[in-house]
């Protein structure tokens, strides 16, 4: 008989904290691993001058081997293009840094603030907007994480504080769980977000005890992964957000239009379809936040509207993500609608 997931025995079994500090960080490794052409390593070493390769094992192990055209390896494979100047992609898109009032915090719109728990990440996604955020300078250290709860505290509109990063889930429990401590003592908060590519990445970050932690909140909590296509999505991850589920945790999808990845009426049918399946809504589809370095991945705007339109003929509309793109200085995401 199967037992249930929380129960196996996992002694033998790599803690997520093994997996994260195993990521393959090495463009010759990774070509090796996934039996590609030495013929891309030069461009691939130049372009992780710019910014590093990192990848962990669980989702290296979906990619299928020599396909070159994979639609996950599309979003980790190191690339020449990466090196291009192109008008209009710049290290600030969204405009964050003039959003940096204390480090480490990030305050943009209404009635909500992002913290930067940590630069690390699992996975270093080639069109991450953040690519060149100057994670040295928004360390949270003790005085800057009490300088933070300052700001909060003085500002009674704040209801909703967003973890994210780097990636929120790379925090250690311990720390995660003091930081949630002391913001569950400002009395105007309401809400915790959490905004981690972890579930997806490495999905043994998701243990009963975090989920237990994040039930027991006075805040309400609402998890945002970040899946960009169906593929990503084994049953693994299946069981992470399972133990989510189980612990009344709110599921919200993001992804990204990613030329050569989910371009495609097809690869978005499938992302919402799967991801509902696990008990995820899908919450939004964003056009490319145009950052240096990712200009191979935009998908034109009337493209994007298109597919909108097709998406909303295909899938009845609680499965139709809302397509957005974010303007730096804008009070609000910008929704983009169908040409239909």
């Known amino acids: 008989m199967q037992m249930p997931i929380s129960l ?3 002694e033998s079994l790599p803690s997520w904290q093994d997996i994260l500090s195993q990521c393959v960080e090495d463009p010759a490794e990774l070509l090796h691993q996934l039996q590609l052409s030495p013929d891309l390593l030069p461009a691939a070493v130049e372009a992780c001058k710019l ?4 990848v962990p094992q669980p989702f290296l192990s979906r990619i299928e081997p020599g396909n070159l055209q994979d639609p996950l390896l599309q979003q980790i494979l190191p690339l020449g293009a990466e090196l291009e100047t192109v008008s209009g992609f710049s290290q600030d ?6 959003a940096n009032p204390v480090p480490g915090l990030i305050h943009k719109y209404k009635g909500r603030v992002l913290l930067v728990l940590t630069g690390a990440c699992a996975i270093n996604c080639r069109y991450c907007f953040r690519r060149h955020f100057p994670y040295q300078d928004n360390r ?3 005085e800057q994480w009490q300088q933070i709860l300052e700001y909060i505290r003085a500002d009674n509109t704040i209801h909703e504080v967003i973890f994210s990063g780097g990636d929120p889930l790379a925090t250690p429990d311990s720390r995660f769980f003091r930081l949630l401590d002391d913001l569950e003592k400002i009395p105007h908060l309401k809400r915790l977000r959490i905004h981690s590519r972890l579930p997806i990445m490495i999905p043994q970050r998701i243990t009963d005890t975090f989920c237990r932690r994040l039930r027991d909140s006075r805040l309400n909590t609402v998890m945002v992964i970040h899946a960009n296509h169906a593929n990503e999505l084994d049953t693994e991850v299946a069981a992470a957000l399972q133990l989510l589920r189980d612990q009344q945790i709110t599921l919200l999808n993001q992804a990204v239009l990613l030329k050569g990845v989910n371009d495609s009426l097809e690869a978005l049918v499938k992302l919402c379809e799967r991801v509902f399946e696990l008990g995820v809504l899908p919450y939004y589809l964003f056009t490319l936040d145009r950052v240096a370095g990712a200009a191979h991945f935009e998908v034109a705007e009337h493209e994007a509207q298109q597919l ?3 998406l909303q003929a295909t899938l009845p509309g609680y499965l139709v993500p809302r397509l957005a793109k974010e303007i730096a200085g804008e009070p609000s995401k910008t929704l983009i609608l169908s040409t239909t």
Do not use: D, H, S, Y
Not at 51 to 54: N, V
Not at 93 to 98: D, H, Q, S
């Open 8 to 10: 196996v025995a996992t």
């Open 308 to 310: 909108l339109g097709q």
């Open 51 to 54: 910014f590093p390769l990192r």
């Open 140 to 142: 949270l250290g003790p």
């Open 93 to 98: 898109p969204l405009g964050e840094k003039a």
